[in-house]
């Protein structure tokens, strides 16, 4: 399992490689992350507190 923040103009995500390490992904969305990363393994994007909108 990994995570990740969305920081509107991009993303950080951390994820695990062999036993004990981990790596950095930096991307323009948490969207992209998710689709560079689901093309070596079953990748889900679920957001713990998701982003409100704006006010007009």
């Known amino acids: 399992m990994g995570w990740g923040l969305g920081f ?3 993303a ?3 994820v695990p490689v062999g ?11 948490a969207d992209r992350a998710r689709r560079l990363l ?5 990748v889900r994007l679920i957001w ?3 982003p409100t909108s ?3």
Do not use: M
């Not at 036993?19 to 969305?29: D, H, I, Y």
């Open 38 to 42: 689901a093309r070596r393994a079953d």
């Open 19 to 29: 036993g004990c390490g981990q790596r950095l992904f930096r991307t323009e969305t």
């Open 8 to 10: 509107g103009d991009e």
């Open 12 to 14: 950080i995500v951390y």
């Open 48 to 50: 713990l507190d998701p």
């Open 54 to 56: 704006e006010a007009p």
